[in-house]
């Protein structure tokens, strides 16, 4: 299955009445990412700085970056779905303008996860443009 855009993914959770519905739907979007092999699960491939295991591989294609994540929480694969909207098969220009603090209040995602996801989702974030800065220079 293909991921809905940032955009649609904005407009989809705006539908919800209320957060128990839009964590469903949240984690229905975690549902559809295929994961990663047991192999491909490595300690280099840990994300530092996540309350859970979450795994992050690259690899660019045509001047694009492509990712493949996965996470041993429902949840936190869920969020991971919500990044990967944002920032999957993009260049790495495009992911560093992209604005994801914008893009999270959009969701209004913050106010309704702990801190220490708010946190694991940030080190999430800057690790992916982490590997967009170094596929620029």
């Avoid at 957060?19 to 994300?47: A, F, H």
């Amino acid at each position: 299955m293909q991921l809905p855009s940032s955009e649609e993914i904005i407009d989809d959770l705006a539908f919800f009445d209320d957060w128990e519905q839009r964590y469903q739907y949240i984690i229905d979007l975690g549902k559809s990412i295929p994961g990663l092999s047991e192999s491909q699960r490595t300690p280099d491939r840990l994300v530092k700085g996540c309350q859970s295991s979450v795994w992050l591989i690259s690899q660019t294609k045509d001047g694009k970056i492509q990712f493949d994540v996965d996470s041993d929480a429902v949840i936190v694969q869920g969020l991971l779905a919500l990044v990967l909207a944002a920032y999957n098969n993009k260049t790495p220009r495009q992911i560093l303008d992209f604005d994801i603090n914008g893009y999270f209040e959009a969701l209004d995602l913050e106010r309704h996860i702990t801190p220490t996801r708010g946190n694991g989702l940030r080190a999430i974030v800057g690790k992916i443009q982490e590997q967009a800065r170094q596929a620029i220079h």
